[in-house]
């Protein structure tokens, strides 16, 4: 059994005092006119989760706690998995940077992000999804600069309003695969940086997904991430941690969606009893609850794991598959237990239930963490 730190406990209750009382208020509104939170997004920032990893020498919280990130993006996910993501790609984007940043990188862009100028993670492209490694956007050597060109397609945490800095992987040697990319910091501000298509999607409407278009885009050499080279590692990494964040989100939207279950079940009656007083539900919350609970324990598990700084990836996988699809699990059978009302949008659940189908997909699909498992099951 985990055994939290008072600093994590602290965490979790500021977090969850702030996300029942402002940000689950907001949800609805949120996913109806689809635009950006931003008023969350202070309020994070307001109370030190946004910049909770973020050392206090850069305007930081410093609590560099992967347990500390869990409890936060879960308790906010509980109320709004859109802000939950938002959270979660910047802690991602400011993750990469404090392990692979120079002092000089670090100087610049930390106190921005916590200030709450969200950063962003740019690898997918539209012929590189699942295989990450068929990069296409290209950087070119220029004298002491790089050229950058190219176009990223879903991208968290950029939108017409949002998005800051990105982490962009990007190929400086073809022809030798993965070993030949390299991994950039660039800026939203920098000529030739745009925001193409926003898309339009399912769920976690407020969290703005959107194409970043490069064209000639000339950065220095000092912005460089960590090697030469080193691309696709570091943006492996980097996943490692932003799996274990989409795990905590999808536990997060896991519980919420019992607490949902629990509360119309109690209150609907149906042949004189509340609806909870049948075995059928009974036996649909006990697998919720299960399967939940599961799920946050593989999450803690790896959280704890890559704060040891211990071999992550498959703990890292199976967290983010299973709790993935616990998530969409327990939405499916809450949104059943309502009933007909489930399915209309006066109920949170029918909005839960869009929200959770992505987790089964980004920062890789639940068959791309199966792969990663299997291969290390088997000792490949
Ligand atoms: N940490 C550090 N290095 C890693 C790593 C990790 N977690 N995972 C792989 N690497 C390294 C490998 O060690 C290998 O290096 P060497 O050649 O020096 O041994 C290199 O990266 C290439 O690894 P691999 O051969 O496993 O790459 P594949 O092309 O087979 O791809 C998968 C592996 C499928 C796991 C990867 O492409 C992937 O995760 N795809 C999904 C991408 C994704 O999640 N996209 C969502 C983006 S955010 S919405």
Redesign the pocket.
């Known amino acids: 059994m985990f055994q939290f730190t008072e600093e994590q406990l602290a965490i979790q209750e500021i977090t969850q005092k702030y996300a029942q009382s402002s940000i689950k208020a907001l949800a609805d509104e949120i996913d109806k006119t689809g635009r950006y939170p931003k008023e969350n997004i202070q309020g994070l920032v307001d109370i030190g989760i946004m910049q909770l990893s973020i050392p206090e020498e850069y305007g930081g919280t410093g609590m560099d706690d992967e347990i500390s990130k869990a409890l936060a993006v879960s308790e906010v996910a509980k109320c709004c998995a859109s802000t939950a993501e938002i959270l979660d790609v910047h802690y991602l984007s400011a993750d990469i940077l404090m392990r692979k940043g120079t002092p000089e990188q670090k100087a610049q862009y930390l106190p921005q992000a916590a200030e709450g100028k969200l950063g962003g993670?740019a690898?997918?492209e539209p012929g590189a999804?699942?295989?990450?490694?068929g990069l296409k956007t290209r950087a070119v050597k220029d004298g002491d600069d790089y050229i950058l060109n190219g176009t990223k397609c879903?991208i968290s945490n950029l939108g017409p309003e949002e998005g800051n800095h990105f982490v962009v992987v990007a190929v400086t040697e073809p022809g030798i695969g993965?070993?030949g990319t390299t991994a950039f910091l660039v800026d939203r501000s920098m000529a030739g940086v745009s925001c193409g298509k926003t898309e339009d999607k399912m769920g976690i409407r407020g969290a703005a997904v959107s194409e970043l278009v490069l064209e000639d885009v000339r950065v220095p050499k000092t912005a460089v991430l960590g090697q030469l080279g080193e691309g696709?590692?570091i943006a492996?990494?980097g996943?490692?941690g932003?799996r274990i964040g989409i795990a905590s989100q999808a536990c997060g939207v896991a519980f919420g969606a019992i607490e949902e279950a629990v509360k119309y079940s109690g209150e609907r009656v149906q042949f004189g009893k509340p609806i909870h007083a049948n075995q059928g539900i009974q036996w649909y919350l006990a697998d919720m609850a299960t399967r939940a609970e599961a799920a946050w324990l593989l999450t803690l598990k790896a959280a704890s794991l890559r704060q040891q700084g211990l071999p992550c990836?498959t703990a890292a996988a199976m967290a983010k598959w299973y709790a993935a699809e616990a998530a969409c699990f327990c939405c499916d059978l809450a949104l059943q237990i309502h009933g007909g009302y489930g399915y209309m949008k006066d109920y949170a659940i029918e909005r839960m239930y869009r929200d959770a189908r992505i987790l089964r997909i980004?920062?890789?699909t639940s068959e791309?963490q199966k792969?990663?498992i299997s291969r290390n099951v088997i000792g490949k």
């Open positions: 993670f690898l997918t999804g699942s295989d990450a490694g879903f993965t070993k696709f590692k492996m990494m996943l490692d932003g990836t980004y920062e890789g791309v792969m990663v």
